[in-house]
């Protein structure tokens, strides 16, 4: 028996196995489950000790052993890539993707029917939180087969909301709530005027500078929210 050859195989399957439980702790411990990382590392040594039989087999005559423990590191491998291959697929994508397409938490971008800013960057998809404040989940591999635009920031827009305030209200609580909308949003040169008169109530027009666009339509919905919010408030409490 050739004692060099069993040495050396020994050493590079040790080795081997440090340098893939190392990448597997590095570039893959975000996304595998406590499960998942033991399957992991199950595979990880059969692929040491069938490094080592490689190695060490012409020496110890053990062909048919190092045979059988490739064909269980081959099998178990296969059912764990058809079991995550979407996920690993994703997380390979997201490890690349936001480099090459230049992405950044806070970009404005428009995608299919969708838009909104850019909230996290997760290490499967992107966190997108649309003017409805409401958050679009969307996978990297998405981003890859269909085009978006990122919006830029240019000077000064001009946002026009109108408002139906029925009769019976006070126009004074919706300056008030608007005003407070417009210093969470920065906008400026507000003007609250009235546009229509009539049987029901008067329609009011909000105007406005606001620095970003992409903002129009979350600060519209937050508008509407807060003046109807303060509108139910009212209403219960004279009930």
């Known amino acids: 028996m050739d004692f060099g050859a069993v040495i050396f195989g020994g050493v590079v399957a040790v080795v081997a196995f440090f340098l893939a439980m190392y990448s597997v702790k590095k570039f893959f411990s975000k996304i595998l489950t406590r499960e998942e990382r033991y399957l992991v590392e199950f595979l990880v040594l059969l692929f040491s000790i069938s490094l080592f039989l490689a190695v060490a087999s012409p020496a ?51 995608f299919n029917n969708m838009r909104g800013y850019i909230t996290a960057l997760e290490d499967t998809y992107i966190v997108l939180r649309d003017p409805r404040r409401e958050y679009v989940y969307i996978p990297y591999t998405t981003l890859l087969r269909r085009p978006f635009r990122r919006v830029k920031t240019p000077e000064g827009h001009e946002v026009r909301i109108r408002l139906f305030v029925p009769r019976g209200h006070e126009l004074k609580k919706v300056r008030e709530a608007v005003e407070q909308v417009a210093k969470e949003y920065g906008l400026e040169r507000l003007s609250v005027d009235v546009e229509k008169i009539g049987v029901k109530g008067v329609v009011v027009v909000v105007r406005g500078m606001l620095k970003d666009p992409r903002q129009e339509d979350e600060v519209k919905y937050a508008v509407l929210d807060r003046v109807y919010a303060t509108f139910q408030s009212i209403r219960q409490t004279t009930d």
């Open 60 to 110: 110890t005559q053990l062909h048919y052993l190092f045979f059988l423990v490739l064909a269980v590191f081959v099998i178990a491998m296969g059912i764990l890539l058809l079991g995550t291959w979407r996920v690993l697929e994703q997380y390979l994508t997201g490890l690349f993707v936001t480099k090459v397409l230049d992405l950044h938490v806070g970009d404005y971008i428009e």
